[in-house]
C-alpha cells in the first residue's frame, strides 16, 4: 500500500495520502484521522461524504451478543454551546469489536461539520455492562 503522511491540522488532525494503484484499480484518496488522549480515533475518507469510523482503544466496542449500539452525537460552536444533537446508530465491523461505523443510511453531519464547523462534536456511548457513559470529544478541524 502506497501512503504517506500529508498534513497534520490544528488539534492533532492528520491526514494521509494514499497514492492510486491501477493493478488493484483504486483512486488517489485522504484519509483524516483524530486521535483523543484515550487513544480513541475518528477516521473518514476524502472520497466518501459522510462516511466515518471510530475506532476504541478501551473495549467499549467489545460487545458479545450486539453487533450495534446507538450513540448521541452533540454539535458544539466555539463557545461550548449545545447547537443540537442526533442519535445514530454504530455498528461493530465484523472481526473487529473495537471499530464501528454508522449505518448506510444515516450518517447525519457528522464529517461535514467536522469539516466546516467551529467547535466540536461531542459522542456518548453506553458502556458494555457497565454504568458510566463513553464518551469521545472531536475538535473540528479548523484549517
Same mark, same amino acid.
Given at each position: 500500500?502506497?501512503?504517506?503522511?500529508?498534513?497534520?491540522?490544528?488539534?492533532?488532525?492528520?491526514?494521509?495520502?494514499?497514492?492510486?494503484?491501477?493493478?488493484?484499480?483504486?483512486?488517489? #484518496?485522504?484519509?483524516?484521522? #483524530?486521535?483523543?488522549?484515550?487513544? +480513541?480515533?475518528?477516521?473518514?475518507?476524502?472520497? @466518501?461524504?459522510?462516511?466515518?469510523?471510530?475506532?476504541? +482503544?478501551?473495549?467499549?466496542?467489545? #460487545?458479545?451478543?450486539? +453487533?450495534?449500539?446507538?450513540?448521541?452525537?452533540?454539535? #458544539?460552536?466555539? +463557545?461550548?454551546?449545545?447547537?443540537?444533537?442526533?442519535?445514530?446508530?454504530?455498528?461493530?465491523?465484523?472481526?473487529?469489536?473495537?471499530?464501528?461505523?454508522?449505518?448506510?443510511?444515516?450518517?447525519?453531519?457528522?464529517?461535514? @461539520?467536522?469539516?466546516?464547523? !467551529?467547535?466540536?462534536? !461531542?459522542?456518548?456511548?453506553?458502556?458494555?455492562? !457497565?454504568?458510566?457513559?463513553?464518551?469521545?470529544?472531536?475538535?473540528?478541524?479548523?484549517?
Amino acid at each position: 500500500m502506497l501512503f504517506f503522511t500529508m498534513q497534520t491540522y490544528a488539534q492533532e488532525w492528520s491526514s494521509t495520502l494514499h497514492k492510486a494503484d491501477e493493478l488493484k484499480g483504486t483512486k488517489e #484518496y485522504v484519509s483524516f484521522m #483524530y486521535e483523543d488522549e484515550e487513544k +480513541n480515533s475518528f477516521i473518514f475518507w476524502s472520497h @466518501y461524504k459522510s462516511d466515518f469510523r471510530i475506532i476504541c +482503544n478501551g473495549g467499549i466496542f467489545d #460487545y458479545d451478543k450486539n +453487533n450495534s449500539f446507538v450513540a448521541t452525537f452533540g454539535y #458544539y460552536d466555539k +463557545n461550548g454551546q449545545l447547537k443540537k444533537k442526533q442519535k445514530i446508530t454504530m455498528f461493530l465491523e465484523s472481526g473487529n469489536p473495537k471499530t464501528a461505523s454508522p449505518g448506510i443510511f444515516k450518517k447525519g453531519d457528522v464529517v461535514k @461539520y467536522l469539516k466546516e464547523g !467551529r467547535g466540536y462534536i !461531542r459522542v456518548l456511548a453506553k458502556q458494555f455492562e !457497565r454504568v458510566a457513559l463513553w464518551e469521545m470529544k472531536i475538535p473540528c478541524m479548523d484549517k
